[in-house]
């Protein structure tokens, strides 16, 4: 009995690694420029009158590189619900009815691009992981979202909450480990965010408010994993040779997240955050490739290709210097932050299409092994090892 059982478990594994094999993405249709945002967020929150604040974003968006956002909510939905401009009225309930209305058609978008370019029916997708930070309720975005792409009844759904920047990380980690212990699974992985959860009018005793209008916007991002692809149909992008989660002690306090009557809520010390991720890197880059290569002395991080949530532009600059990285490294990180802004957990997977675009078109540096992290409340890392495939060179 005991061959026999190990026998089934062998044929119920996949026999290679789990691989990204397309990518999709989207965003709510109205876009500001951040040299309209200061303006704008404080004629629609009625507080042009609190110059000193108005001020002080003025400094924050100095010190970032985006240049626009997307946003499901227009100025025409704040003026409908001026509850939602004060954190000490309950709005928690009318944030969460529009969220859940419009992440499911959001994320569809994603999704429908990523399984068009999959190339293979909705029907054959086994599993779905979704991860917002914008819902609260059961049945969820997840069972919503499997409705509107069409999905089998049998899939296998799976619904993250509150996992902040590192979320698309994480989603990806799990899609991998579904992928590879389930021969012929298909997993398809959602990121959804829209800030509408947690957008309220500045406060002079809650300084962090600012921090969100600066770097937030909302987005979508869809990724299809698979192992032991079939040819000629799929087509691997990248392969995802190894995963690590790690927490830094003691850092719980920097980044946190929690819904309250009022909204989406949170701290972000930014000071304290800026150089946590820097700080570690090298470690946990060690950790990921070392068992792979025998010695991290064997690995050039010049010679690798990058995928970093970015965050806010201070975090990158500090990974450039923390590792030496040449000019360039970090590109595809510093692009979506310009054109998009923070998209949390969704932001990961815009990063890792912006390297899939590069790296087909032949943009700066490629190379054939790769790393993606994302950071999040714990103060998390999340470190994924990633093998470019030939098939990036041939769309």
Known sequence: ??????????????DGHAAVLAIGTANPPNCVSQDEYRDYYFRVTKSEHLTDLKHKLKTMFDKTCTVKRFFHHTEELLDAHPHFLDRGKPSLDDRLSIAGAAAPELAASAAAKAIAKWGRPATDI???VVSTNSGAHAPGADLVLASLLGLHASVLRTLLHLKGCSAGSASLRLAKDLAENNRGARVLVVCVELTIVAFRGPEETYPHTLVGQATFGDGAGAVIVGADAYDPVEHPLFEMVSALQTVIPNTGHVLTMKLTEGGLDGHIFTRELIPIAAENIKRCLSDAFGPLFGSVDAVEWNDLFWAVHPGISAILDNIDRALRLEPGKLAASRTVLREYGNMLGATIIFVLDEQRRRMEEEEGEGGEWGVMMGFGPGFTIETMVL?????????
């Not at 026999?4 to 062998?10: A, G, Y």
């Not at 093998?387 to 769309?395: F, P, Y």
């Open 126 to 128: 086994t599993h779905l």
């Open 387 to 395: 093998h470019a495939t030939s098939e990036l060179k041939k769309n």
């Open 1 to 14: 009995m005991a061959n026999t059982l190990r026998e089934i478990r062998r044929q119920q594994r996949a």
